[in-house]
T-cell receptor, first 108, second 115 residues
Framework: KNEVEQSPQNLTAQEGEFITINCSYS?????LHWLQQHPGGGIVSLFM???GKKKHGRLIATINIQEKHSSLHITASHPRDSAVYIC??????????FGAGTILRVKS | EPEVTQTPSHQVTQMGQEVILRCVPI?????FYWYRQILGQKVEFLVS????????KSEIFDDQFSVERPDGSNFTLKIRSTKLEDSAMYFC?????????????FGPGTRLLVL
């Protein structure tokens, strides 16, 4: 069974800072998802990637399959980015295994 | 923009009662999922559903749980005899492709409290 570890668990940043959230997993995967959970509980998918890098607005996700590691970067962070960021992996089949999440707070 | 909807938003029930959580996935999506999140814990996969049958289920999804797509729009999760430990937020999600192909669209969740 895949162990999905995220770091840091908690992160506080000042508005405008560059933020990196890391995800590592123990067993080879076929895809990795990054999700955002808002304070009210709602979940939004940010990225699905199986190799390389993807960019959407101020968000960038990268994955290194050999290193079993992915990062989510936020450029020019803003208080509205405050949320829990969750990494989830696809080991086999059609199901996700979730990490515990990184709680991000961006202060103005 | 199309969205996944869930009803009810909150449900309180007595232990041993049956509950049905309802979801309306996005209309052209083919894959449907249920997840749960116990307060303060990770999101956990329960079940995936495609072509009118379960394609994957977790060890959590035992005989007390069932899913159904009773018509062309609804996707339901039934818990036959609720336990205290079933108290959680339940999320429905849908997607056009599998988790190796597409991102998922999540509903807002149903918060279930079992007393």
């Amino acid at each position: 069974k895949n162990e999905v570890e995220q770091s840091p668990q908690n992160l506080t940043a000042q508005e405008g800072e560059f933020i990196t959230i890391n995800c590592s997993y123990s067993v080879g995967i076929s895809a990795l998802h990054w999700l955002q959970q808002h304070p009210g509980g709602g979940i939004v998918s940010l990225f699905m990637l199986s190799s390389g890098k993807k960019k959407h607005g101020r968000l960038i996700a990268t994955i290194n399959i050999q290193e079993k590691h992915s990062s989510l970067h936020i450029t020019a962070s803003h208080p509205r980015d405050s949320a829990v960021y969750i990494c989830a992996v696809v080991e086999y089949g059609n199901k996700l295994v979730f990490g515990a999440g990184t709680i991000l707070r961006v202060k103005s | 923009e199309p969205e996944v909807t869930q009803t009810p938003s909150h449900q309180v029930t007595q232990m041993g009662q049956e509950v049905i959580l309802r979801c309306v996935p996005i209309s052209n999506h083919l894959y449907f999922y249920w997840y749960r999140q116990i307060l303060g814990q990770k999101v956990e996969f329960l079940v995936s559903f495609y072509n009118n049958e379960i394609s994957e289920k977790s060890e959590i999804f035992d005989d007390q749980f069932s899913v159904e797509r009773p018509d062309g729009s609804n996707f339901t999760l039934k818990i036959r005899s609720t336990k205290l430990e079933d108290s959680a937020m339940y999320f429905c999600a849908s997607s056009e492709g599998t988790v190796t192909q597409e991102t998922q669209y999540f509903g807002p969740g149903t918060r279930l409290l079992v007393l």
